[in-house]
């Protein structure tokens, strides 16, 4: 696959990995590496969101115990960092803002790739500002086995017919990632049963799970 352009550019390239993180598991973290290694990235920065405006509150571990277990789950790997950007923004968490931060942050001198879940990309590139977005940064879609990349499809056709949108560059790739077929889902579901969870996500966030009493009551 023609993956980037880009891809010689002596740009700092950043990946912002986006996700509710609830609670971050292995699919999550081979994600970021996968995301190092085919794009070439210098740093991948883990964004836990604050507060989702599309999450029931019901199995939503705060935004404190989601940043916390994201640090536990990265800390030994040098190209990792966790940013409480979103987790201490007061409002509604949307990823436009983050991205302008960012940028503010960061200036044009370097390369901004938000990588996160197919659908999310999807929401969040037909919600708000889309054209703003993706003169931002580039979206890397990552899928599980078996995912139909046809919504993925239409969405880059949409974009690409917009008259601010430069044809020539991609500004979805799609990078498929067998180990998400791990889920928080599932994970927070396991726990509520009292099932093991082990091997599905770091020992340190599990035992932090556990020790926080984290999902025993989930729906
Ligand atoms: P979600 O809708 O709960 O997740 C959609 C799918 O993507 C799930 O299967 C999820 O698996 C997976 N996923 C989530 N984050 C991932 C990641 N970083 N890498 C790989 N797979 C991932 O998504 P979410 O976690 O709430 O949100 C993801 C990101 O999109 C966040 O940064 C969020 O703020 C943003 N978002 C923004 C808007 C907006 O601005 N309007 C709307 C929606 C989402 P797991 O359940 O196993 O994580």
Same mark, same amino acid.
């Given at each position: 696959m023609d993956r980037d352009r880009s891809a010689s550019s002596p740009k700092t390239k950043i990946g912002i990995m986006g996700g509710?993180?609830? !609670?971050? %598991?292995y699919g999550h973290l081979v994600t970021a590496e996968e995301a190092l290694y085919q794009f070439q990235l210098d740093t991948v920065i883990f964004m836990p969101t604050g507060r !989702?405006? %599309?999450?029931?509150?019901?199995d939503l571990a705060s935004a404190e115990d989601r940043y916390l277990m994201t640090v536990i789950a990265t800390?030994?790997?040098?190209?990792f960092t966790v940013s409480r950007m979103e987790v201490d923004r007061k409002s509604t968490t949307y990823s436009i803002d983050t991205l302008k931060e960012l940028r503010k942050i960061y200036g044009e001198e370097v390369d901004l790739y938000f990588i996160t879940g197919a659908d999310a990309i999807f929401d969040i590139l037909t919600w708000k500002e889309p054209e703003t977005a993706v003169k931002l940064c580039k979206f890397i879609a990552a899928t599980r086995p078996g995912y139909d990349l046809k919504k993925i499809e239409s969405l880059r056709e949409m974009l690409m017919g917009?008259?601010?949108?430069?044809?020539?560059?991609?500004?979805i790739y799609d990078m498929e990632i067998?180990?998400?077929?791990?889920?928080s889902t599932d994970i927070r579901r396991r726990v509520r049963e009292g099932r093991a969870i082990t091997y599905l996500l770091p020992d340190g966030v599990m035992n932090y799970i556990y020790k926080m009493g984290l999902y025993k009551n989930s729906s």
């Open positions: 509710t993180f609830n !609670p971050i %598991h !989702p405006p %599309h999450k029931s509150r019901k800390a030994s790997n040098s190209r917009k008259k601010e949108v430069d044809p020539k560059n991609n500004i067998p180990a998400l077929a791990i889920s």
